[in-house]
C-alpha cells in the first residue's frame, strides 16, 4: 500500500473530497518502465480516473491507502 497525507484529496477536477485509492501508472512513451507516477482518488472518482489511465494502457495497479500510523483508509462501501 501507498503511504499518504491525511489532506490527501482526490485528483479528479474540481473534486476536494478525501482520497481513499492510490492509481499507480505510467506513461510508456515518455517515461522509464521504474517509474511509477500516483494519483489519487475517492470512492466516486476511482473508475473513472482507473478507466481514463487504463484505456489509454497507463494504469498499472489501483491499491486502498495507507494512512500514517497504519490505517487503511476509510471503507465507505
Same mark, same amino acid.
Given at each position: 500500500m501507498?503511504?499518504?497525507?491525511?489532506?490527501?484529496?482526490?485528483?479528479?477536477? #474540481?473534486?476536494?473530497a478525501?482520497a481513499?485509492?492510490?492509481?499507480? +501508472?505510467n506513461?510508456?512513451?515518455i517515461?522509464?518502465?521504474?517509474? &511509477?507516477?500516483? +494519483?489519487?482518488?475517492c &470512492? &466516486?472518482? *476511482?473508475?473513472?480516473l482507473? !478507466? =481514463?489511465?487504463?484505456? *489509454? #494502457? =497507463?494504469? *498499472?495497479?489501483? &491499491?486502498?491507502?495507507?494512512?500514517?500510523? #497504519?490505517?487503511?483508509?476509510? !471503507?465507505?462501501?
Amino acid at each position: 500500500m501507498n503511504p499518504v497525507s491525511e489532506q490527501a484529496v482526490c485528483s479528479a477536477k #474540481g473534486c476536494r473530497a478525501p482520497a481513499v485509492y492510490a492509481l499507480v +501508472w505510467n506513461n510508456p512513451k515518455i517515461h522509464p518502465p521504474e517509474r &511509477e507516477k500516483l +494519483w489519487v482518488a475517492c &470512492e &466516486e472518482h *476511482r473508475q473513472s480516473l482507473a !478507466d =481514463f489511465l487504463g484505456v *489509454r #494502457g =497507463f494504469l *498499472r495497479r489501483v &491499491e486502498r491507502l495507507e494512512r500514517p500510523h #497504519g490505517e487503511t483508509a476509510p !471503507d465507505n462501501g
